[in-house]
T-cell receptor, first 113, second 113 residues
């Protein structure tokens, strides 16, 4: 158990509303990641963080922002949700050693109507 | 750029059959290689890993060997069980970049009694 909690686990919301997903870890790992998983596209990196207040964009960052004010929390925000952002979102963490794998949370299923 | 190719399936096997899921990769450096498993409704779980050429990763009866000469990391299990039904992802980690974890598209496995 990598000590990762994602909240909420499920959310249904309407187009145009803001949405924030939370990833919480208990092990003080430096690196945290947000992915989305969609049929036919596999896993795609949205944003990642390499420390408090240090974040960078992944391959599908448009329409998303992130914040990390504490080591243990990494927030993903959809400022104005669109139907194309309906997906399953996964948070992952990684230790400081570069050859180590990522460990994933159980995901948030987000539906935007 | 770096990439991972794996058979997409779905693969259907009878219980106790031999399993092979092929994975090949393209990388400019010397990546670490991973197999992840995803059960329905859950996040990805690390199944096994190998960090250098000729390393063999193993876990729960699954094995994979890092073959640099053929750029492959095929997943094998001698006798599958119904409980092995899941989606399997091959992945590589670029040792020069913390954001570069490349996932294959996933292979869906169904094991029937």
């Amino acid at each position: 158990d990598a000590g990762i909690t994602q909240s909420p686990r499920h959310k249904v919301t309407e187009t145009g509303t803001p949405v924030t997903l939370r990833c919480h870890q208990t092990e003080n790992h430096r690196y945290m990641y947000w992915y989305r998983q969609d049929p036919g596209h596999g896993l795609r990196l949205i944003h990642y963080s390499y420390g408090v207040k240090d974040t960078d964009k992944g391959e599908v960052s448009d329409g998303y922002s992130v914040s990390r004010s504490k080591t243990e929390d990494f927030l993903l925000t959809l400022e104005s949700a669109t139907s194309s952002q309906t997906s399953v979102y996964f948070c992952a963490i990684r230790t400081g050693e570069i050859n180590q794998p990522q460990h994933f949370g159980d995901g948030t299923r987000l539906s935007i109507l | 750029g770096d990439s991972v190719t794996q058979m997409e399936g779905p693969v259907t096997l009878s219980e106790e059959a031999f399993l092979t899921i092929n994975c090949t990769y393209t990388a400019t450096g010397y990546p670490s290689l991973f197999w992840y498993v995803q059960y329905p409704g859950e996040g990805l779980q690390l199944l096994l890993k190998a960090t250098k050429a000729d390393d063999k990763g193993s876990n729960k009866g699954f094995e994979a060997t890092y073959r640099k000469e053929t750029t492959s990391f095929h997943l094998e299990k001698g006798s599958v069980q119904v409980s092995d039904s899941a989606v399997y992802f091959c992945a590589l980690s670029d040792p020069t970049s913390y954001d570069k974890v490349i996932f294959g598209p996933g292979t869906s496995l169904s094991v029937i009694p």
